[in-house]
Every structure is written in structure tokens, then in C-alpha cells.
């Protein structure tokens, strides 16, 4: 698979991953419930998913936090993003 496909396709799980983890009141059990749901499909590698998950928690984490993730440092406010 080339790059740009690979991108393609995993930021695009990524997405609707915190799409659907934003709209629920737990977000790391709806992330569970979306990594369960990749696993399941066999056009996904276990790689992949490892990727998707992995970012998908450094995003809630950094939510959850108020902290950006590029740099670590705290934020005064969560901008356009509620778990």
C-alpha cells in the first residue's frame, strides 16, 4: 500500500474513532468499542489499528488534559474539543 493511502486510510479511522468518542460520555470505552470493531475487519492489520489507537488515545489524553500535543504545556481553554 502506498503512503498516502496507508495516511489515508488510518487518519480517516482516526477521525471517525474521536467523532464517536467525542459524542459519548465515556470516551476511552467508545475508543475501545472502535479499536474492538477495527480488529474485526480483515482489511486492517494489527499494525494499523496499534496506529489508530495510539493516536486516537494521545488525542483524548490531551483533550482530557487541556494540553496541546506537539508541545506538552498546559492551554487556558480546550478549543473546539469536549469529551
Known amino acids: 500500500m502506498r503512503r498516502a493511502d496507508h495516511l489515508l486510510k488510518t487518519m480517516s479511522a482516526l477521525r471517525q474513532?474521536?467523532?464517536?468518542?467525542?459524542?459519548?460520555?465515556?470516551?476511552l470505552a467508545a475508543l475501545d468499542k472502535c479499536v474492538k470493531q477495527l480488529r474485526q475487519n480483515p482489511d486492517?492489520?494489527?499494525?494499523?489499528?496499534?496506529?489508530?489507537?495510539?493516536?486516537?488515545?494521545?488525542?483524548?489524553?490531551?483533550?482530557?488534559?487541556?494540553?496541546?500535543?506537539?508541545?506538552?504545556r498546559q492551554s487556558t481553554k480546550m478549543v473546539g474539543v469536549h469529551f
Open 44 to 72: 486492517w492489520t494489527d499494525a494499523e489499528v496499534a496506529e489508530v489507537e495510539a493516536a486516537a488515545r494521545r488525542a483524548i489524553e490531551s483533550a482530557s488534559f487541556g494540553r496541546t500535543p506537539a508541545s506538552g
Open 17 to 27: 474513532c474521536l467523532d464517536e468518542c467525542r459524542q459519548d460520555a465515556t470516551p
